[in-house]
């Protein structure tokens, strides 16, 4: 399974700004889907899962303002951010959770860098 993210750039504080990750490869092994984050200095950490059935989970810091859909015809998951806050600045990761041989695997997609200015 291999992920492509686009979108990312500078917004304002406040604004809104929306990253999408196409799948490819053997996308009907694909379980959970989610984005994460990885500010300078700290550890990469998850800010939303969406799983094969739309079940939804947020980090504390995002809840309300994010949203994370899933759209399994296109094999896309997306990142709805809204009230963007200049801590939300961080490179952003795409993340699929796929199956292969019994086991349960990571695949990333390349860090896309959202910058939030105050």
């Known amino acids: 399974v291999q992920l492509q993210a686009s979108g990312g750039g500078l917004v304002q504080a406040g604004g809104s700004m929306r990253l999408s990750c196409a799948a490819s490869?053997?996308?009907?092994?694909?379980?959970?889907m989610g984005w994460y984050r990885q500010a300078p200095g700290n550890q990469r950490e998850a800010v939303a899962i969406?799983?094969?059935?739309?079940?939804?989970n947020y980090a504390d810091s995002v809840r309300g303002r994010f949203i994370i859909s899933r759209d399994s015809a296109k094999d896309t998951v997306s990142l709805q951010m809204s009230s963007l806050k200049p801590e939300d600045t961080a490179l952003y990761y795409c993340?699929?959770?796929?199956?292969?041989?019994?086991?349960?695997?990571?695949?990333w997609g390349q860090g896309t860098l959202v910058t939030v200015s105050s």
């Open positions: 993340n699929a959770v796929y199956y292969s041989d019994g086991f349960g695997r990571d695949s």
């Open positions: 490869g053997s996308i009907f092994s694909i379980g959970d």
């Open positions: 969406i799983s094969r059935g739309g079940r939804t």
